[in-house]
């Protein structure tokens, strides 16, 4: 008997602490999901720029990047002449430059389903590799910037932080309604279970 009322009232004092850290882990989650990042970052205070540079090298071929007014120009540095996007076979050569991963094929891709692995700009190279852990390589089509690695490791992250998040489909949208109803459901339950431990009635 001794023993049964030791192990109730243990778990009766860790359910109050273990239900105090859950109603804090709702508090902070019901303040990210009714606050977008961008916002809270001060990037609403940001004057876009009419024009930027970036120069880069792909390929041994000095490139220049102008960003006007959101749309994106490449030419050769300094001639500034017009270059043309990556083929296959140098987005393959660009990935067994940059990684240590052993490239097979490349297909270009314009377009990707919601919620798709490549979250990226378009289009893009998916540069597929021999490794086990079935690594793509995403290549940028003009810049040759690796943008993107995925792994079966990372879309098992990918997946396991949609269920977190509550976000089915985009899988990177923290501010989803979904996330915020529940959000709320489970700060009235922590409250409610820790009212009701200190309710001795109940």
Do not use: C
Request: proline residues 3%; positive net charge.
């Amino acid at each position: 008997m001794k023993t049964k009322k030791f192990i109730r009232k243990s778990h009766r004092y860790l359910s109050i602490f273990v239900s105090i850290q859950l109603l804090l882990w709702t508090l902070s989650g019901i303040y990210f999901a009714y606050n977008k990042i961008e916002l809270v970052r001060g990037e609403q205070y940001r004057l876009p720029k009419d024009i930027e540079y970036r120069i880069f090298d792909r390929l041994g071929l000095s490139i220049i990047e102008t960003i006007e007014n959101g749309k994106k120009s490449y030419e050769t540095y300094p001639e500034r002449k017009p270059i043309k996007p990556l083929t296959t076979e140098q987005a393959i050569n660009i990935t067994r430059q940059k990684t240590s991963l052993n490239p097979t094929e490349a297909i270009l891709i314009k377009n990707v389903d919601a919620g798709s692995e490549y979250r990226g700009t378009l289009p893009a190279y998916k540069v597929k590799t021999d490794s086990k852990d079935k690594i793509n390589v995403y290549v940028g089509y003009m810049t040759g910037d690796i943008t993107s690695i995925r792994s079966d490791s990372w879309r098992v992250w990918d997946l396991m932080w949609s269920l977190h998040i509550m976000d089915y489909k985009e899988r990177d949208n923290i501010n989803n309604i979904l996330l915020k109803i529940f959000s709320v459901l489970a700060l009235v339950s922590s409250i409610s279970g820790v009212l009701l431990f200190f309710n001795k009635k109940a």
